[in-house]
Nanobody
Framework: QVQLVESGGGLVQAGGSLRLSCATSGRTSSSYAMAWFRQAPGKEREFVAAISRDGLTTRYTDSVKNRVIISRDSAKNTVYLQMNSLKPEDTALYYC???????????????????WGQGTQVTVSS
């Protein structure tokens, strides 16, 4: 079992940056493949970025490529989402997710993830 706690969200102007953190507790975080998803009001949850257990493979949705970097620090049991050049359409509740079932690579499929955090709000003003 793992617990996920997100932080780092907030209000930022368009063009600004934020770094989200997802702290894991319980089992060693390097056992898990991790991902970030987001959900805007009235919309379905969507994939943002994922990282493999060993941190060597990453995957991004097209709308954030070249603006967002996912990384992990196994010593700190933390996964990060560095978001740059933020746009109003990035406004959403951002969730961290973890799975033991993805043994290699990075998955963009929500059903592959068994553990979810409570989310951190990101609001980008125009």
């Amino acid at each position: 079992q793992v617990q996920l706690v997100e932080s780092g969200g907030g209000l930022v102007q368009a063009g600004g940056s934020l770094r989200l953190s997802c702290a894991t507790s319980g089992r060693t975080s390097s056992s898990y493949a991790m991902a970030w998803f987001r959900q805007a009001p009235g919309k379905e949850r969507e994939f943002v970025a994922a990282i493999s257990r060993d941190g060597l493979t990453t995957r991004y949705t097209d709308s954030v490529k070249n603006r967002v970097i996912i990384s992990r620090d196994s010593a700190k049991n933390t996964v990060y989402l560095q978001m740059n050049s933020l746009k109003p359409e990035d406004t959403a509740l951002y969730y961290c997710a973890a799975t033991l079932r993805v043994l290699a690579g990075a998955s963009s499929i929500p059903n592959d993830y068994d553990y979810w955090g409570q989310g951190t709000q990101v609001t980008v003003s125009s």
